[in-house]
């Protein structure tokens, strides 16, 4: 069962414009999210993440949404560069200081220039 | 910083062969992680240590798999005897313990023929 789900496994989207990418999780316990970039033959790096006391983070054209009660979480990138095209990872944990993280399959975006 | 290091990065192999992947964390963290990334399932862990002892290794698929982290810079996973569904990427992750982020190294792709 994925806990974690990325239901689109791809997106396209024009230079310029917003890209959304959508996560939705299943298990209540999850309080702290990540966002990973994956680009080919390399490891995922990270993004931005977001604590579940918050319902919002920024960082420059990245900027997580978390709505709890739907259990989702949303990645908007501001203006979208051919650079960006990437596979995105959602990830979640139930924190209590393990870092044990649940990864959704990932979204590949792509950004038309 | 020369950050996550894994060897080999490609291995080919036959059914039946023991394989072993290794992996070193960047110098300093205290917290390594392997994972397994297929279309199907994304990415997966398979177990994660802290000051080199295991922590959970419920994500290990079955006895065929182990892994070890002799000291504080050296890992290994391990698979005897490997079967075409091991075929995959594996990822190795250091983070220091108490931190959110994780850095993941380049990966090893393996094919079992």
């Known amino acids: 069962d994925q806990q974690v789900k990325q239901n689109s496994p791809s997106l396209s989207v024009q230079e310029g414009r917003i890209s959304i990418l959508n996560c939705d999780y299943t298990?209540?316990?999850?309080?702290?999210f990540l966002w990973y970039k994956k680009y080919p033959a390399e490891g995922p790096t990270f993004l931005i993440s977001?604590?579940?006391?918050?319902d919002k983070n920024e960082d420059g054209r990245f900027t997580v949404f978390l709505n709890k009660s739907a259990k989702h979480l949303s990645l908007h990138i501001v203006p979208s560069q051919p650079g960006d095209s990437a596979v995105y990872f959602c990830?979640?944990?139930?924190?209590?200081?393990?870092?044990?993280?649940?990864f959704g399959t990932g979204t590949r975006l792509k950004v038309l220039a | 910083d020369a950050g996550v290091i894994q060897s080999p990065r490609h291995e080919v192999t036959e059914m039946g062969q023991e394989v072993t992947l290794r992996c070193k964390p960047i110098?300093?963290?205290?917290?390594l992680f392997w994972y397994r990334q297929t279309m199907m399932r994304g990415l997966e862990l398979l177990i994660y240590?802290?000051?080199?002892?295991?922590?959970?290794d419920s994500g290990m698929p079955e006895d065929r798999f182990s892994a070890k982290m002799p000291n504080a810079s050296f890992s290994t996973l391990k698979i005897q005897p490997s079967e075409p569904r091991d075929s995959a990427v594996y990822f190795c992750?250091?983070?220091?313990?108490?931190?959110?982020?994780?850095?993941f190294g380049p990966g090893t792709r393996l094919l079992v023929l």
């Open positions: 992750a250091s983070s220091l313990m108490g931190k959110e982020t994780q850095y």
């Open positions: 298990n209540s316990m999850f309080d702290y």
């Open positions: 977001i604590s579940s006391i918050k």
């Open positions: 990830a979640a944990s139930a924190t209590s200081g393990t870092y044990k993280y649940i």
């Open positions: 110098s300093g963290h205290n917290s």
């Open positions: 240590f802290n000051n080199n002892v295991p922590i959970d």
